[in-house]
Each structure stands twice: as C-alpha cells, then as structure tokens.
C-alpha cells in the first residue's frame, strides 16, 4: 500500500525564491498534519487539516508561510520568500478517524522533505 | 497547553542491553501517549500507544511502556537491545478532543554498540 508521498525529497534553494512543498495523505484518511524538524527546535506542528479545512495554523511561523488542501489527495505548503532560517525537514503526515469519530492517535508520516535555504 | 520532556538526548547501550527511554509529560487530564521511532532519512513510525486500561503497552519491534500517572511519565523500554533499535526516538501527547494533534518531545538517539 503506498503510503504518504511526499515531494521533492531534497530543495535546495536561495534565499527569496519561492519554495512549494507537496504531500499526497493516505487514501481514505481524512486529517492531514504538518510538521517541521531542526535540530533546534525540534519537531513542530505548523498546521493541521480536517476533511480538507485547516483546523489549527497557530504554528505556521509567518505570513511567508502557507499551505492549502485542495482535496482530499493534495496538500501544499509554501513559503514566499524562503530564508536561510526556513531550512529544515518538513513532514506530511495523514491519519484516519475511527468510525465513531474518535482520536485513533495514529500519524502516519511521509518520508520528510529536506529543504535547504542558501 | 501539554508538553513533553525527553531527558536524555543521546544514549548508547550494547546489543544485547537493556533499554530504558525517559518521557515526562505534562497536561492537566489523562492523555494519549505514544512513542515514534525515526531510522535516519525516513518519516515517523509508530512504535505504540496508551489511551486506557492497562497501564503497560506493548509495542511492534518487542518494545513496551508503562504509563505511571503519579510520576506524569510514559518510559519506553525493551529488554535486549539490537543492532537495528539504533534510531532516535519520540515521546508524544495528545489531548483527548483535539483530534489527532500531538506534542513531540525533543526526542532520543539511541546509539547500539556491537
């Protein structure tokens, strides 16, 4: 079963350009989440969707960041202009709900996305 | 807002050990918990989880953890370690009614000597 795609795998980019990062969920899974990780900080959840709708951005760190789930098989996050401190790994992750609409728990992530912002 | 706290940020042990990975959490209600494991270059994968019940999990890859609500912490442990356990390694919390929003510890390296 294909799992969370993820892409491109590595970006390499300077500084101002325009960055868009893309993730396709698992089929069937309808929360989408995501993440960032550096060595600094962590891993950090920048934003979560739920059957397509943002639910929570409070993570996104600056109007240069955006990101959009068109459908259920399609997100994209953006950054317009990227900065040296944007670069990272960024993580898809999707996850199903149980039937009686509870918390399964379960993130199931992409293999991760390595920006790197000159 | 819940946190956690993974106190030891690199541990070496040798094939064949046993493990013990530290989580502390914070939050004002029994949470979810889990553990996530990340081999170098790939995503997260579950390892398990705690919502209720019993307070000892069982995980894939013969790991297990004990939630102990008085000491607020969810250590993982394994009793031998292998070569391939070598990756770093995820505590997280969720909220009950925040869907599947997790907070990620700092997360643990676990380096494996032969």
């Known amino acids: 079963d294909a799992g969370v795609i993820q892409s491109p795998r590595h970006e390499v980019t300077e500084m101002g350009q325009e960055v868009t990062l893309r993730c396709k969920p698992i089929?069937?899974?309808?929360?989408l989440f995501w993440y960032r990780q550096t060595m600094m900080r962590g891993l950090e959840l920048l934003i979560y969707f739920n059957n397509n709708v943002p639910i929570d951005d409070s993570g996104m760190p600056e109007d240069r960041f955006s990101a959009k789930m068109p459908n259920a098989s399609f997100s994209t996050l953006k950054i317009q202009p990227s900065e040296p401190r944007d670069s990272a790994v960024y993580f898809c992750?999707?996850?199903?709900?149980?039937?009686?609409?509870?918390?399964?728990?379960?993130?199931?992530f992409g293999e991760g996305s390595r920006l790197t912002v000159l | 807002a819940q946190s956690v706290t993974q106190p030891d940020i690199h541990i070496t042990v040798s094939e064949g050990a046993s493990l013990e990975l530290r989580c502390n959490y914070s939050?004002?209600?029994?949470?979810?918990l889990f553990w996530y494991v990340q081999s170098p270059g790939q995503g997260l994968q579950l390892l398990l989880k705690y919502f209720s019940g019993d307070t000892l999990v069982q995980g894939i890859k013969g790991f297990e953890a004990e939630f102990k609500r008085s000491q607020s912490s969810f250590n993982l442990r394994k009793p031998s370690v292998h070569w391939s356990d070598a990756a770093e390694y995820f505590c997280a919390v969720g909220a009950r009614g925040a869907g599947n929003m997790l907070t990620f510890g700092g997360g643990t390296r676990l380096m494996v000597k032969p």
């Open positions: 939050y004002g209600a029994t949470p979810y």
């Open positions: 089929s069937g899974h309808n929360s």
């Open positions: 992750a999707s996850s199903p709900r149980t039937g009686g609409g509870g918390n399964t728990g379960e993130l199931f």
